[in-house]
């Protein structure tokens, strides 16, 4: 029993001198060695990423106030990690973020590791890769080919115009996200599949769809610190953790999964050898429909699995941007009663017979004050994260510095 006690004790021992060992050069490597040593900015950042996370989730998002602090107290090029820079120079923007023919950048693994959807154009961080899988999918986000998406556009709007017309008088609250989430969920899911997935005829909205969105935003900063948690998270069964929004975020996988797979299955006579003019299976033109039956993208680019990443994030975004941007748009205007009545005044030519008639797109966009509310909102409804990039390649110069290629880089 004591030879028993003793050998605990040494092994208990030598995992803290290990453990010590690991810390001690790792601290090593990031405060001395690293070719990011000497640029500016609080050591406990340069030595761990705990510093960032305090701010990001402990402080609930913070941390770009805490970097702009920095810069005020450091200078224009701060270290804001172990592994970043960060650059407070508007002018420097558009040497950061170049095309392929001024140098090649790639994105942090983090970037990837803290999403749901690994394997998405999104989410891609090699630069030849990335270009391959958004060649596939531009195309459908142009404008001639989401004008051909007016119909169900005005359809979706006029359902909403119904929904809240049934609620005026009523004393009901109404949680514009969640709203707007459901109009923006029912047209990328069309547009996507060929199936909308009805938001606005559920009497919630299908606010668990925005949930999830809501639900994963705030675990963000735990996963980017700790990505296999999300790895984790989306394998526990569902038995186990009832009730949570980690069920919510695998039922969402789960239904995009499954919509992916309809339509290899509905696709899969024509993909074997039908020909060009056979109808598509959906009532337009859709996304997925489109990829697997007309893309040049290999058949490693198309399996279930890449597709249902690439669904999450085309889903996502067609609803938390859209949906942000409304919101704050509404906000403002209902805030503002004197810039919603300078909107009411410019659009009511144009909506004098809604709804027998719906103006369209074409219409609007030519109405200069409605150009400016919207413009207005995208500007004014912010952005989730940084945008850092790594060159491979080269070093780039900012000032007298030089930064060492293969540091990721950011700038505001």
């Known amino acids: 029993m004591a030879c028993m006690l003793i050998n605990w004790n040494h092994a208990v021992l030598l995992l803290v001198v290990l453990s010590l060992v690991y810390i001690s ?34 402080r609930r998002g913070q941390y770009e106030f805490q970097i702009e602090s920095l810069h005020e107290k450091h200078g224009p090029i701060i270290r804001i ?48 890769h990335h270009r391959q ?3 596939a999918i531009d195309a459908y986000f142009s404008k001639n080919m989401v004008t051909k998406l007016e119909p169900k556009i005005q359809s979706t709007v006029k359902r909403l115009h119904e929904r809240l017309c049934q609620l005026k008088g009523s004393g009901t609250p109404v949680n514009l996200f969640e709203v707007y989430g459901a109009v923006a969920t029912d047209v990328i899911t069309e547009y996507c599949f060929g199936a909308s997935w009805g938001s606005l ?24 610190l700790f990505p296999s948690l999300l790895t984790l998270s989306l394998a ?22 499954k919509q992916v797979a309809d339509v290899k299955t509905a696709t899969g006579t024509k993909k074997a050898g039908a020909s060009d003019d056979q109808p598509n299976t959906a009532s337009h033109t859709t996304i997925f429909h489109e990829l697997l039956q007309r893309s040049a993208l290999p058949p490693n680019e198309l399996t279930e699995t890449r597709l249902t990443d690439e669904a999450i994030t085309l889903v996502g975004a067609g609803l938390v941007t859209t949906a942000h941007t409304l919101t704050f748009i509404s906000f ?15 659009l009511q030519p144009l909506m004098q017979r809604y709804p027998a008639e719906t103006p369209t797109w074409t219409q609007l966009e030519s109405v200069p004050y409605l150009h400016a509310v919207i413009m207005e909102g995208l500007r004014m409804h912010g952005v989730a994260r940084r945008i850092a990039r790594i060159f491979p390649a080269q070093d780039l110069d900012y000032g007298t510095w030089t930064i060492p290629k293969g540091v990721r880089i950011c700038v505001i």
């Open 25 to 58: 050069i790792l601290l090593a490597t990031r405060l001395i060695f690293s070719p990011i040593a000497k640029f500016p900015g609080p050591k406990l950042a340069a030595a761990s990423f705990l510093y960032e996370f305090y701010y990001d989730f402990i």
């Open 81 to 128: 990690n172990p592994d970043e820079l960060h650059i407070r120079d508007a002018d420097f923007y558009s040497q950061l973020y170049v095309t392929s023919g001024v140098r090649k950048s790639s994105r942090p693994a983090s970037h990837r590791n803290a999403t749901p959807s690994r394997e998405s154009t999104a989410t891609t961080l090699d630069h030849d």
């Open 133 to 135: 899988r958004r060649r």
């Open 201 to 224: 005829e559920k009497d919630d909205y299908n606010a668990d769809v925005v949930g999830v969105h809501t639900f994963y935003t705030k675990l963000m900063p735990i996963f980017r």
């Open 236 to 257: 526990i069964p569902e038995w186990m953790i009832r009730d949570s929004g980690v069920v919510q975020m695998q039922e969402y996988r789960n239904r995009l999964a």
């Open 332 to 346: 403002y205007l209902l805030n503002q009663p004197e810039t919603l009545a300078k909107l009411q005044k410019a």
